[in-house]
């Protein structure tokens, strides 16, 4: 081995390294849609190594080719910036990568730093598993971590069963999300992290975000915040003092619906008590040259690229659909065989205040059409039929342009009903506790015109008019932190 060999690499390496930040730091200026648009691919990177390619190329590739072994041996001690195998990284990657990390971290002097992932669920793990190790000096001793109840089915499942029931790591659920002093009860000496889906899906739930991370950060564990829902467009968990934040980009982010992916951004040097200094420094980049290499839970190129193209309109998109949204949930409120919807955007919705101190649309104040902040709550709504679960089976099977699909985050507009879907597998004590109820619609409603939709939910609707329905599925009436618990 020729140690010049190497310390030619290595100052090379150190050159553009200084280069790509000062480059990030540029972009970091700029505003949303920019970032949104451009990402870290830059120009020189375009004309010097890319043909000019004004797009971000898909290097469909599994492995890097090195010029020698100094080369390699640089690279695969992770000494010189490299992507290896695809596994582990690619440039295709590094570009959604990148931009998600910027996205999230917009508007605050923070670093972020961001790993994305095959899928949301795998997201998840890369995001919650590194802080559910036994401590070493005590391994039988029980861990915990504290999440709210009302989360997406697949969360609950890779919760309750991946974690609880295979692993033994208990997971203390909180219901009364909106009461901070539930989540302190919850906390002891062996919790790992506390955990919040807002809004979550599919029935909206909200809370303080700025109280719990403070009191994560009291307890000196930190708070993991899945933000699917709202999209960076309209909340950045980052930005106030959150330390993971988990997207399926699968759903909003990757609205055309071409592919599986997930993304894990957090913030450099986060809070934790596993004495781990590694991971705290740089979780997303330990994920990524450790535990995320050795699981290989990676995304293709591809996909990648496929996100990262619907990504660059997500502001106007998730504005646009947002409005849609509100227009169709206030339309369902008024409708005679509708119990209940939930969308935080109605005033009637009991979360409405504290999601509005949250929810805002990013660079409103910027954008000529609105010169000031505005309010967003994006583009997931729920409704109730009335009638139990035959009559919402029969309204959902009327659709005709809104598509019957386990879905969300579409630019066309799906539905589905998560009792028998998404939620099924938790079963009906814990769709109780999360307020997921058999009439339960979820809808989300995609770009086309809100009349469009209105009116396709007006014949579908028509169809209980004279309709006797039998409840032959179980009702319940909603328990624990139910909206109907909230508006009483
Ligand atoms: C809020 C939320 N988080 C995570 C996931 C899981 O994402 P994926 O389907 O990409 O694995 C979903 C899926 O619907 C979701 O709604």
Redesign the pocket.
Same mark, same amino acid.
């Given at each position: 081995m020729s140690e010049s060999g190497i310390d030619h690499y290595l100052k090379a390496a150190e050159r553009s390294a200084r280069w790509h930040e000062e480059y990030r730091k540029e972009m970091k200026k700029c505003r949303f849609d920019t970032i949104a648009v451009h990402g870290i691919y830059s120009m020189q990177e375009a004309l010097d190594f890319n043909q000019g390619s004004i797009i971000e190329p898909i290097y469909m590739s599994t492995s890097q080719g090195y010029r020698d072994s100094d080369e390699m041996e640089a690279a695969l001690s992770y000494r010189i910036p490299t992507w290896c195998y695809a596994r582990i990284a690619n440039p295709s990657i590094y570009y959604l990568e990148g931009v998600l990390a910027l996205l999230e971290g917009y508007g605050a002097d923070v670093e972020t730093s961001c790993i994305v992932t095959s *899928? &949301?669920?795998?997201? $998840?793990q890369t995001a919650v598993d590194p802080f559910l190790l036994p401590d070493p000096n005590q391994p039988q001793r029980p861990i915990n971590f504290v999440a709210t109840a009302q !989360?997406?089915? /697949?969360?609950f499942q890779q919760f309750a069963v991946r974690k609880e029931k295979e692993r033994g790591i208990i997971w203390r659920k909180v219901v009364n999300y909106y009461d901070i002093s539930e989540w302190e009860r919850q906390i002891d000496e062996n919790t790992r992290f506390l955990y919040g889906?807002l809004p *979550?899906?599919p029935v909206q739930t909200f809370f303080d975000l700025q109280a719990v991370i403070n009191l994560a950060h009291k307890n000196g564990i930190p708070m993991i915040v899945?933000s699917?829902?709202a999209t960076p467009a309209l909340l950045r968990p980052i930005t106030l003092g959150a330390d993971i934040v !988990?997207? =399926? !980009? =699968?759903?909003t982010l990757g609205t055309s619906g071409f592919g $599986?992916? &997930?993304a894990v951004t957090s913030r450099k040097n986060l809070v934790s008590n596993v004495d781990n200094p590694e991971m705290k420094a740089d979780f997303a980049i330990y994920a990524k040259t450790l535990p995320n290499r050795d699981n290989g839970p990676n995304i293709s190129p591809i996909n990648a690229i496929l996100a990262l193209n619907d990504i660059r309109t997500l502001r106007s998109r998730v504005d646009n659909q947002s409005r849609a949204t509100l227009t169709v949930a206030q339309y369902l409120s008024q409708h005679r065989h509708i119990e209940q919807v939930d969308y935080l955007g109605l005033q009637s919705h009991p979360l409405h205040g504290v999601a509005s101190s949250y929810l805002w649309l990013v660079d409103a104040e910027h954008d000529e059409q609105y010169g000031k902040p505005v309010n967003r709550y994006g583009h997931l709504l729920s409704f109730r039929v009335k009638g139990g679960a035959q009559a919402a089976r029969a309204v959902f099977d009327t659709f005709k342009r809104i598509w019957r699909a386990?879905?969300? /985050?579409r630019i066309k507009s799906v539905a589905t009903i998560p009792a028998i879907s998404?939620h099924a597998q938790q079963g009906d004590e814990s769709r109780k506790i999360a307020d997921i109820p058999p009439n339960l619609i979820r809808l989300c409603v995609g770009a086309e015109h809100p009349d469009d939709i209105i009116n396709d939910l007006d014949q579908a609707l028509a169809i209980l008019d004279g309709h006797k329905t039998t409840c032959t599925a179980p009702e319940f009436s909603a328990g624990g932190a139910s909206s109907a618990t909230l508006r009483r």
């Open positions: *899928s &949301g669920m795998s997201a $998840i !989360v997406y089915g /697949g969360t889906e *979550s899906n899945d699917t829902v !988990v997207q =399926s !980009v =699968s759903k $599986i992916a &997930g386990t879905d969300l /985050g998404t």
